[in-house]
Structure formats: structure tokens, C-alpha cells
């Protein structure tokens, strides 16, 4: 009888699908089998690109006569720990009873590179390939996941971008890893005291130390910088409020050298005279504006915005994250992780109550049922479609995290943590239908002697989504009591009851924390000068949602950053700065978000068949051999 064979990314994602498939499999080593089908799993990766000595023996020495290394053909080999699956694997898909391969490795680039590799080395001939494209993996997805399964060669442009990806970092990595190594290797070791030491480069891991250096420096460089601000207490005793001085085109003091900004004195005598001057003189109420606003629930998470998000409540690692929420994916919690979109499709939000009518019926969680009680009652409307939170143009391949309203069977079995990052994404997913917050805001204009004093007031008065999402910020310490500014006059006198002199400094940037890294790459464009370029590599990050993780732990690991384990505040270390020197001084633009970003732009574009793979190679060899000489003529 004629078989169908699954392949997964892990074993745990195996048993998921032969659970919502319905099929009573038996368990054998290295897979599962029933009458019609086989489900196996790749281990993370099988397969991997050879090292240079693999081409030649002679390359397994670090020399400036063998570089730079582009080979013309490239070599893959077996993973030697995983071997044993990877036989497995091989005998399976060379089955003659074995007639269809269904690959549902993750659905993104990387998993389709994880196949593609295994595909490569085994070469099983005669079969029908099929690809399983999946959002999640409830039982309803995964059946329509092998259902619409599109032949894997419509795939062939994510696989061309995936091997591009590897081998971008490859020549990158080897090549400028050995020659700076060759050229700078002995003076790093004499820097930072060690008998020998080697430079590691990488196309996105060196832009990102390059980040965390220059911000580090520009805290270390800061110099602080002393003003006053000038207060000013006006109405009664009972009844009173304060406003903040700031320069017009109508004070005297107008473009004067003795301001800072234009609401500070650089003196405080200045500011003291300047109040002295102000004595016995009317207050007069010049304008009373009154406003209204609203604020709409924000968009729903994608990766980085719930590592960054979690970084900041849990003081957890984004590689942390990203495990806990692939957990919940494998059991059927939430949809699939690894996304940069933070709007759902228009199909999805078609079908969104069955994620709602799922938590309903299954989420055993009082605060969270309180919501959705409130949205039945309240008639707070489902229909998305014309929302800013359904937009097909935002979405590559996959839309944003959110509960399926399934798994609930899983629930219990969870950590606390796991528990708590999940109602995160539930809360995040129900604030989306829950009417804006509205405030009702005053600004106050009181002019004294053509001096101006601004006072605002702000106050919630309907709280909308935030009831959901509690608020963190603190109250504005500028903002006054609202009640007290809406009875104010135009055109009006007050009481002037004193004036203060308020001490005020200029604060340097802060330092990235390992959220905040995360969501700085994946809106590396925004760090781009050049406004033509920035537009032309829009939604291109540094690296992706998939890798980003990965690579703050790598430069960890290597010990060029060090990560505070209660505060995830990120440093770079002496060494991670040595580093940074020698690639400033080398090659400058590896440090560069518009490199690394302009690459992954390119990398995009194969995917979208925008380009050719062909040529997206011959732009790197030539940037590659091109660089190679400036540095070898630089030494």
C-alpha cells in the first residue's frame, strides 16, 4: 500500500500532528507509522556547509595566500550528532512504498533551508513533494495545511533565499573572520591581555555590537548639561495650579544667549533676575483650549515586540521568549512565533471568532472572561476587515501572534512564566475590540508682561481598551488637576501666588536592555540617515524574527557583550570593544545598519522572485573580493 511520509522540524511537532490527523501510528526509532502514513522529524538542522579544509586540507590553516575562499562549488556534509536521524531519514524517503513527501518543517525560510538540505543530500527519486504551509497547529490548521499543500517547487524562490542567507554569512564570516584575525590578531591579544586572540565577524552580529558600542560611548561621552526652568504657582491658596515659563517670539528674551533651549536659563542668577522681573507685574489668562482625544488599542504582537515586551515585565532573554512561545505553539496555544507582522489577514479575520468563541468556552480564567463577558454585553463588534488591524500588504508570511483558542487541555501543565506571557498575547489579542480610551485634555496660556506660562491637564474619561491593558506610565508630572484649569476665563486676571526656579539637566541615552535590541534590529531602516535609502529598504531589519535572538546570544557567548541577569541591560565588554575599533578602522560600513539591512532587503527580493538568485551571488563576490583588496592594501 502506497504511503504518505510527514516530515517536521522536532519530535514533539511530530506527535502534534499525528495527534490532529486522527492517525494511530505506531512508535518506531526515528518515527511514526500507521497504514497510510509516516511522520519523521529532522532535529534543528541535519546538514550543514562544510569548512574550508573539507575543500582543501590546506585550508585549514588561517593565511592570507588562502583568501579569499568562494567556492565555486559548494560542499554540504551530515551533522556528525545527528547522523543517526539522518539515515532515518534517508531510508524513509527512499521507501518504494513512500510516494508523496509532505515537508512541514516551520513554516519561514529557515525551515524550508532545514529540508531542503536533507532533500539535497538524500536526492529521493520518484516522489511527489508537497509543502505544508501552516499559521498553527490546532487540528482545523494542520488538516487544511496537508489538504492545500502546494508543490514544494513553488517554494523554490524561499529556498534560493534561505541557501543565499548561509552563504552570504559563510563567505562573510570565514573570510573577514581569517583576514582580520590575520591582520589585527596579535594586537587584540596585546589590548585585552590574553597569549593569542581571534576576531570574529559576522554580517549581522558585528552591526549589532557596532550598536551597542556606540551607544556606550555616547553615554560615556555625555556631559551633562545644567539649566533652570522657571515655575510659576498661580491662583489661591484652595485652588491653585503651576505653569512652566517658556520663551516666545513676544519675551524679551527671545534668541538670547543666556537660555538653554527655549524653557531654561544656562545661569541661575539669570533665571533669578528674570524672576525678579516678573514682581508685582498682572497675570492675565491669554487662551483656554479644550480638547478631546482618543486613543486606539496598539497593533497585536509580533516577535519582537513580545521579547521586547517581556524583557521589560520578566527581565527574561529574547531566545527565552521566543522558547516559551514556541511551547505554546507546539501545544496548540497560540499561532506560529516567528513573524514580523502585527496585523492579521484578511482570512483570518473573517473566521475571528472562533479564536474568541474558544477562549470563551475553554480559557478557565476569571479576569479574562470578565473581558469578554463585558464584550458580549457591551455589543463591541468582531469586524474587523476594515480595522487597521487586518492588513494583507503587512504580511510576508505569516500574521501576528494571537490565541487560537485551542490547547486548553495543555493549560494546566504550564509554568507560571508560560502562563503569564500567554495571557499576555490573549489580553493584547481582546484589547483590538474594545472601543478607544478617550481623554479630555486643557492647555492654559498665561501671559505676563509678554512672558508666556504653559500649564496642561489631562484626564481619562473612558477607559476603553485600557481596561484591558492597564496603563504603566506613570501621571505626567507636568499635568495638573483638569478640574481646576476648565474653570479658567480667556482674557481673565489671576492670582500669581510665587515663582521657583526649578534645577534640570539634559540625560544621556539610554542603554539598550536585550528587548529593546531586538526591536532597535528590526527597525534598523529608522537608523538610516540617507532618507531615499531608508525608504528604498522600508520593513528590512537586521536579521530576522526567526535569527535575532540567536545572534544577542552569540555575542554573549563569545564574550564581545554582557548581559546584566537582573536587569537585561546590555555593555559591551573590552574586548567587544577592541573588536569594534578594528572593524571601525577596517571596514567601517560592516558596522553599518544600511549594509546589513540592504542585504537583507536583497534577500527578501529573492524570495519575491524581484531578482535573481544569480545576481544577488555576483553583488556579493564582488563586495567580498572588492573589500579583500582594501584591507590587504590597507596593511
Known amino acids: 500500500m502506497d504511503k504518505n511520509i510527514l516530515i517536521t522540524e522536532k519530535p514533539s511537532v511530530a506527535m502534534q500532528m499525528a495527534k490532529a490527523l486522527k492517525i494511530n501510528t505506531t512508535r518506531k526509532d526515528g518515527y511514526l507509522e500507521s497504514s497510510e502514513w509516516i511522520i519523521t522529524w529532522c532535529v534543528g538542522h541535519l546538514v550543514t556547509m562544510s569548512y574550508p579544509e573539507k575543500y582543501d586540507e590546506k585550508l585549514k590553516f588561517w593565511r592570507l595566500d588562502t583568501l579569499p575562499f568562494i567556492p565555486k562549488e559548494w560542499k554540504y556534509e551530515v551533522i556528525p550528532n545527528v547522523q543517526k536521524q539522518f539515515n532515518i531519514i534517508k531510508e524513509l524517503l527512499n521507501r518504494e512504498d513512500v510516494k508523496t513527501i509532505y515537508v512541514s518543517t516551520d513554516s519561514g525560510r529557515e525551515g524550508e533551508y532545514i529540508y531542503r538540505l536533507v532533500d539535497q543530500m538524500i536526492h529521493p527519486e520518484g516522489k511527489t513533494k508537497k509543502r505544508v504551509w501552516i499559521d498553527s497547529q490546532t487540528e482545523e490548521e494542520v488538516i487544511k495545511g496537508i489538504k492545500n499543500a502546494k508543490d514544494l517547487s513553488e517554494y523554490d524562490s524561499l529556498s534560493d533565499a534561505a541557501y543565499l542567507r548561509a552563504k552570504e554569512d559563510y563567505l562573510i564570516g570565514i573570510n573577514f573572520s581569517r583576514l582580520l584575525s590575520i591582520i589585527y590578531g596579535r594586537k587584540l591579544a596585546q589590548e585585552i591581555n590574553e597569549d593569542k586572540a581571534s576576531i570574529s565577524v559576522g554580517r549581522v ?13 555616547e553615554i560615556r561621552n555625555f556631559v551633562k548639561t545644567k539649566y533652570y526652568k522657571i515655575i510659576g504657582k498661580f491662583g489661591d491658596e484652595k485652588s491653585n495650579f503651576e505653569a512652566e515659563w517658556k520663551v516666545t517670539e513676544d519675551s524679551k528674551l527671545y534668541n538670547s544667549n543666556k537660555l538653554y533651549n527655549d524653557n531654561g536659563f544656562k545661569k541661575l542668577d539669570d533665571a533669578k533676575a528674570f524672576i525678579l522681573s516678573l514682581k508685582d507685574k498682572e497675570a492675565i489668562v491669554k487662551e483656554v483650549k479644550k480638547s478631546k482625544q482618543k ?25 527565552e521568549t521566543l522558547e516559551i512561545i514556541q511551547n505554546l505553539y507546539e501545544n496548540k496555544l497560540v499561532t506560529y512565533p516567528r513573524t514580523d507582522a502585527r496585523v492579521l489577514s484578511t482570512a483570518v479575520a473573517k473566521e475571528i471568532t472562533k479564536n474568541l468563541n474558544g477562549i470563551i468556552k475553554g480559557f478557565k480564567n476569571e479576569e479574562i472572561q470578565g473581558y469578554l463577558k463585558k464584550m458580549i454585553d457591551e455589543k463591541y463588534s468582531t469586524n474587523l476587515i476594515k480595522t487597521k488591524y487586518v492588513n494583507d500588504s503587512k504580511i510576508t508570511d505569516h500574521y501576528a501572534i494571537i490565541p487560537t483558542g485551542q490547547g486548553y487541555d495543555n493549560y494546566d501543565k504550564l509554568p507560571k512564566l508560560q502562563k503569564d ?23 492654559v496660556t498665561i501671559d505676563i508682561d509678554k512672558e508666556s506660562f504653559f500649564a496642561n491637564g489631562k ?50 541615552p539610554s542603554r539598550y536592555n536585550s528587548g ?4 532597535a534590529m528590526e527597525n534598523a531602516g529608522k537608523l538610516i540617515e540617507d532618507e531615499e535609502l531608508r525608504e528604498q529598504i522600508k520593513g528590512a531589519g537586521i536579521g530576522t524574527s526567526a535569527t535575532r535572538a540567536e545572534i544577542i546570544k552569540k555575542l554573549e557567548k563569545i564574550k564581545y557583550i554582557a548581559i546584566n541577569s537582573k536587569t537585561q541591560i546590555i555593555t559591551p565588554t573590552n574586548k567587544g570593544e577592541a ?33 535573481e538568485s544569480d545576481e544577488f551571488t555576483m553583488k556579493l563576490e564582488k563586495y567580498i573580493k572588492s573589500k579583500f583588496d582594501k584591507l590587504v592594501i590597507k596593511m
Open 516 to 519: 529593546s535590541i531586538i526591536l
Open 295 to 319: 486613543e486606539n488599542p496598539p497593533l497585536l504582537f509580533n516577535l519582537a515586540e513580545i521579547q521586547n515586551e517581556c524583557t521589560k515585565r520578566f527581565k527574561i532573554k529574547p531566545d
Open 205 to 217: 552580529m558585528t552591526c549589532v555590537l557596532g550598536m551597542v558600542v556606540s551607544r556606550e560611548r
Open 421 to 443: 506571557i500567554y495571557e499576555l498575547i490573549v489580553k493584547r489579542f481582546l484589547a483590538i475590540f474594545y472601543p478607544a480610551a478617550e481623554y479630555s485634555k486643557v492647555s
Open 579 to 611: 573588536i569594534y575599533d578594528i572593524v571601525n578602522y577596517s571596514m567601517p560600513d560592516m558596522l553599518n545598519p544600511k549594509l546589513t539591512a540592504s542585504w537583507e532587503k536583497g534577500l527578501d527580493m529573492v524570495a519575491k522572485k524581484e531578482i
Open 459 to 508: 484626564v481619562c474619561t473612558k477607559e476603553g481598551y485600557l481596561e484591558i491593558l492597564k496603563p504603566t506610565k506613570a501621571k505626567n508630572s507636568e499635568d495638573n488637576d483638569i478640574s481646576i484649569l476648565t474653570t479658567l476665563k480667556k482674557n481673565s486676571k489671576i492670582n500669581v501666588q510665587n515663582f521657583e526656579t526649578k534645577d534640570a539637566e539634559t540625560s544621556p
